[in-house]
Structure formats: structure tokens, C-alpha cells
């Protein structure tokens, strides 16, 4: 399983490195700072200019990297969470799976890089269904979303693309917040109720083909009025 304390990759800073590695150097340092404190503090702007300061950040690199403040820095966080998922994916050979196994693989690894902050994602998304968080709560979730499709090779283009997008994120949701409050051993309920979704999703697909085969097979409706009214021709 996935390590739960993220193991972040940190850009290099040395002579002919471009600023924004560096920024992104920053970011994580600080961020690595914030995590210890989140439970207690939550997402706030005491909390980044505290882990900055603890960091050795000045203020200014502070701004430049996290420029919408703590709504930019626990963005940051979820989108390493989205990052890291994406790393343990690539480490499993998943390509013999199935589509259904592929996603309940993907969800689970994606709570589970997080398991030793969950406290923090709660105060996350919590933040960000705040009405002073903006659009901030739906990108987050579509990006995570957006990311388990394409870790498990989903290669749509069509209207599939965003149906399957909007099916998961639902699914998601439903686990992440049923996560936050489970306090089973080894968050084996968390597990039972993602797969009760994920078996819920494909039982829908299934009607859902269903209906299609049994469309197929009936009368073009235009085709059918148009020889009652002017015959076959």
C-alpha cells in the first residue's frame, strides 16, 4: 500500500535551474512545514505565514509562491495528493485489471497516500466549500477525478469523457466523507462502502446498455412516419 506520509520530490536550485523550480522548491518546503499544524491551526493565514517562517521562507518568496495565500497552499496540497497517487499507480501493473478494478485500485490508492492526513484533508474540503473559496472546491475535486481516469489509460475523447468524469466524482465524494468519520480498523468499512459504489456505478452502466441494445433493435420512429405517409416507395 501506498505510504501515507508524502515523499515529495523536491526540484533542483542550482545554477541554470529556471525561478519556477525554484518556487515550486519553495512550495513544498513550506507545505512540509504547514502539515504537522493543520490539525490544530487548520487552513489559515496564520498557519502558511508560520510554516514559512519555520521553513527559513521570507515573506516576498512566500507571496510569490502561494499568491492566493492559504486557499493556493492547500490547493497545493491536494494536487501533490492527486501527484503522489499518480507515482503509486505507475509502480503497479494495473493493465491486466479490469476497468472496475482499476478504478476502485485507483480511489483507494488516492485516499491512501493521504491516510496519515486526514485531518487535513477534512480541513481542506471543508475550506473549500466555503463560499470565499470560489471554484476552488469543484476544480480540486475534477482534477482529482480527471487524474485517477487517466492513470488507469482512459483515453476518451467523446461525451464519455465527462460522464465518466462526473460519475466518479460523485463516487468519490461519497468515500472521501464516509473516510473522514470511519473509525474501523485499518478503514476496512471506508473499503466495503467503496466497493458498494463502485458495484452501484457498474450496475447502472450495465442497465444503461441495456436500454441502448434494446433501442437499437426498434423502428427509426422518423423512418416509420414517413413510410405511413407516403407509403414505401
Known sequence: MPEGKPSRKRPGTGTGRAKPD?????????LEAALPNVAFDGWTPRL???AAEAAGISHGEMRLAFPGG????????LA??????????ARDDIGALKIRERITLAVRTRIEVDLHQRDAVRRAVTLFALPTSGTRGPHALYRTVDAIWR??????ADFNFYTKRATLAGVFSAVSFY???????NY????AFLDRRIEDVMRFERAKAGVKNIAAKLPDPVALLGRLRYGRG
Open 22 to 30: 525554484r518556487l515550486e522548491a519553495v512550495r513544498v518546503q513550506i
Open 48 to 50: 502558511l505565514a508560520d
Open 80 to 89: 501533490d495528493g492527486d501527484r503522489r497517487m499518480e507515482e503509486a499507480l
Open 70 to 77: 492559504v486557499l493556493d497552499l492547500a490547493d497545493f496540497f
Open 179 to 185: 473516510w473522514f468519520s470511519d473509525d474501523s480498523e
Open 151 to 156: 492513470a488507469v489509460g482512459d483515453t476518451s
Open 188 to 191: 476496512a468499512r471506508t473499503w
